[in-house]
T-cell receptor
Framework: ETGVTQSPTHLIKTRGQQVTLRCSSQSGHNTVSWYQQALGQGPQFIFQYYREEENGRGNFPPRFSGLQFPNYSSELNVNALELDDSALYLC??????????????FGNGTRLTVT | GQQVMQIPQYQHVQEGEDFTTYCNSSTTLSNIQWYKQRPGGHPVFLIQLVKSGEVKKQKRLTFQFGEAKKNSSLHITATQTTDVGTYFCAGMEYGNKLVFGAGTILRVKS
């Protein structure tokens, strides 16, 4: 059984640029959630995808968008990067039905630095 | 919106001492989950509590869910150096948005 994998592990971007982060879910998991974790903070919910549709969104602006593919892998796209977007971006997959009734399995995250 | 608060923010204990972290939600929860994140790592699921007043144990760890389903606690008996990390509670309202607390950082001095 393969776990959740994320790429890249680290990324440095300039303010105003765009970034795409990728996530492969754990085998058998069809729900993917994305979280932003600033230094010293808890993970903040960005959005969740289930069956290729957005299935819930946190308090993040529209420049944060995502996709889920038929194989359940997912992308997080952030446009017009701001300095405050610097954080660890965590992808988590879960069993069918969403994270409400099953635990989240997190990947190792992508560390994004915006300069 | 829903808020989940955790205290203390940080605790430094001597190995062998007990440790407790508390979690409070501004709204009633359908369930609460606990995660542990080691330094430089990612959150790892520990347990989920669903029923009002539920108590679950995992070896030296005891988890409780309040009667009103708005608060929870994690108690570690006789801490060990392997317990070091940040412990997060995460509350689920009746939906699919899991809201994490800010976490409690545990340091254990041997």
């Amino acid at each position: 059984e393969t776990g959740v994998t994320q790429s890249p592990t680290h990324l440095i971007k300039t303010r105003g640029q765009q970034v795409t982060l990728r996530c492969s879910s754990q085998s058998g998991h069809n729900t993917v959630s994305w979280y932003q974790q600033a230094l010293g903070q808890g993970p903040q919910f960005i959005f969740q995808y289930y069956r290729e549709e957005e299935n819930g969104r946190g308090n993040f602006p529209p420049r944060f968008s995502g996709l889920q593919f038929p194989n359940y892998s997912s992308e997080l796209n952030v446009n017009a990067l701001e300095l405050d977007d610097s954080a660890l971006y965590l992808c988590a997959s879960s069993l069918p039905g969403g994270s409400g009734n099953s635990p989240l399995h997190f990947g190792n995250g992508t560390r994004l630095t915006v300069t | 919106g829903q808020q989940v608060m955790q205290i203390p923010q940080y605790q430094h204990v001597q190995e062998g001492e007990d440790f407790t972290t508390y979690c409070n939600s501004s709204t009633t929860l359908s369930n609460i989950q606990w995660y542990k994140q080691r330094p430089g790592g990612h959150p790892v699921f520990l347990i989920q509590l669903v029923k009002s007043g539920e108590v679950k144990k995992q070896k030296r760890l005891t988890f409780q869910f309040g009667e009103a389903k708005k608060n929870s606690s994690l108690h570690i008996t006789a801490t060990q150096t392997t317990d070091v990390g940040t412990y997060f509670c995460a509350g689920m309202e009746y939906g699919n948005k899991l809201v994490f607390g800010a976490g409690t950082i545990l340091r254990v001095k041997s």
